[in-house]
């Protein structure tokens, strides 16, 4: 037994569900922590795309900027249906903590009302300036909004106040659900 982390050895594992409003809270906390995120999309084979992209939130909705002519790019305009994952930069048990978004995504179209609302979320500046560019004007491309139908979030710290460590956030303001885990033996 981890004299450290004697939760993390808790059998069975804890199956309670957080209150909406807690879950929202530990989600939103969640995107701020880093601006990088995985996007997946489904290939035109049906075989999956993951990519690192850079990301920035308002609320549960993503935004990123996909490279034109990319295989993102065109999954997405062939299909909507799109997953992403953060996963804080943290290692260890004890501080895992992650979310997968599942929605749709929309390319939002430069000069457009939904395109201005998500370049005030995206802080194109500051990814310029990483890139050693100077940031006169906002890029002209299309935007990538994402709006999550579903997130599942895992935290095993959660655990250790006798939540279930994966919860699900679903959009159409039901209670969230979890999923059942039990430790795995290597």
Same mark, same amino acid.
């Given at each position: 037994m981890s004299l450290a982390h004697p939760w993390l050895e808790q059998e069975p594992w804890p199956t309670a569900v957080m209150p909406k409003r807690l879950l929202e809270q530990r989600i939103e906390r969640l995107v701020t922590m880093t601006n990088i995120g995985y996007l997946g999309t489904t290939r035109s084979n049906g075989s999956a795309n993951v990519s690192p992209v850079e990301f920035y939130a308002h609320g549960f909705t993503l935004y990123m900027f996909p490279q034109p002519g990319s295989p993102k790019y065109r999954a997405v305009k062939r299909d909507s249906r799109v997953a992403f994952a953060i996963a804080n930069p943290m290692a260890g048990w004890a501080c895992v903590m992650g979310a997968q978004f599942f929605g749709r995504?929309? *390319? *939002? /179209? #430069?000069?457009? #009302? /939904?395109?201005?609302?998500?370049? !005030?979320?995206? !802080?194109?500046?500051?990814? $310029?300036?990483?890139?050693? $560019?100077?940031?006169?004007? #906002?890029? #002209?491309?299309q935007l990538l909004r994402i709006d999550p139908e579903r997130i599942v979030y895992s935290e095993h710290l959660l655990r250790k106040d006798g939540y279930a460590p994966r919860q699900i956030w679903l959009r159409d303001g039901a209670s969230p659900v979890v999923v059942p885990g039990r430790n795995i033996r290597l």
């Open positions: 995504g929309t *390319l *939002l /179209d #430069p000069g457009t #009302p /939904d395109w201005e609302t998500g370049m !005030k979320v995206f !802080k194109w500046p500051a990814s $310029h300036f990483e890139l050693g $560019h100077v940031a006169v004007r #906002p890029p #002209p491309g």
